[in-house]
């Protein structure tokens, strides 16, 4: 098998009625996350299985809008934009849609990212995979579903 054919094989995860894909292409990594609710939807990376120190990607569709922002949570309730923290937000590629109760939010990242907040996402590195969402679209409403998954991407 070539390694063309190889950068294309999804993998995936379910849980709690969320499911996330990811594959691998051309120097970033593609996701789709979908949940069925009508509001924000988030997938995050750690080393352990809390929350503290967690990369966040937090999206939802308002008003026909797709919108996915990157998050580090400092500590459990308080998460920061990468922005605000003095980066640059790495997402592209975001698109989306909301049915009733069915969020579905696809985006890329880079691979390698070089400061404190994001992780690098290259392929074969363990990860702890938070999955959540909720039924509003505003990110600081707390979540109706919030579990994590140990993972190797």
Known sequence: MSCTAQENID???????????????????YFEMSAPTDGWITIGFNSTSGIEGAYLLMGNVEKGKPNVVEHYTINPGNYKTISSLGETPQVKD??????PNRT??????????ENQYQKDLSEGRAYTMIIAYSHEDDF??????????????
Not at 11 to 29: C, D, L
């Open 11 to 29: 993998k995936t995860i379910s849980k709690n009625k969320m499911k996330v894909s990811w594959q691998y292409k051309n120097g970033r990594i």
């Open 94 to 99: 975001v698109s989306g849609d909301e049915k």
């Open 104 to 113: 579905v939010l696809k985006f890329s990242l880079p691979i390698k990212v």
């Open 140 to 153: 600081q409403h707390h979540s109706i579903m919030r579990t994590s998954v140990n993972i190797k991407l």
